[in-house]
């Protein structure tokens, strides 16, 4: 082996072995279930479990409030809508990486027989957007949310 092909060789060894240094030095990047953060109503900032409640109370009162969607909520009793919240809470925090375990029933047999149309999810989606904006979620979660939660359509819509 010459001597350029010795030179080349150990910075090559060098330069390999800095890459591997620092990839294992690097910091995974944080959950978004982490990146979720919103400013409650007295301006204290909230993270976890807490901004994702107050962002699914917003989402709730929405679909509430929307006629696209509402006959399937209004007529929901208070601890119903409690509970629907806390599940929805629950099961948004677990997919996002977060230490929460849904424990509700899965979305194929919660919606079967419910007959939910495409514009009723569009709806749906839409609400929920509307929650994600009012709580300045930044562009980047909000499309990495929509992302996990939109796969559930088919387990939802048309039932």
């Known amino acids: 082996m010459t001597r350029g092909h010795r030179i080349s060789r150990s910075l090559s060894l060098l330069l390999l072995s800095g890459i591997v ?4 030095t690097m910091e ?3 959950s ?3 990146r979720l953060t919103v ?5 204290t900032p909230q993270a976890g479990r807490a901004a994702i409640a107050l962002m699914v ?3 709730v009162a929405n679909l509430v409030a929307d006629p696209r969607v509402n006959r399937r909520f209004t007529s929901l009793p208070g601890p119903a809508l409690t509970k629907l919240k806390s599940n929805l809470a629950d099961q948004i925090c677990e997919a996002t990486g977060g ?6 029933r899965d979305m194929k047999t919660t919606h079967t027989g419910m007959g939910i149309t495409e514009a009723e999810w569009n709806a ?5 957007v509307k929650a994600l904006d009012k709580h300045k979620i ?3 979660e909000k499309s990495e949310l929509l992302g996990i939660l939109g796969p559930m359509k088919g387990e939802i819509a048309g039932r």
């Open 21 to 24: 240094s620092a990839c294992a």
């Open 28 to 30: 995974p990047a944080p």
């Open 32 to 34: 978004l279930y982490k």
């Open 39 to 43: 400013v409650d109503a007295t301006g």
């Open 57 to 59: 109370d917003d989402f």
């Open 99 to 104: 230490p929460c375990a849904y424990v509700g």
């Open 124 to 128: 749906t989606v839409e609400d929920l």
């Open 138 to 140: 930044g562009a980047k």
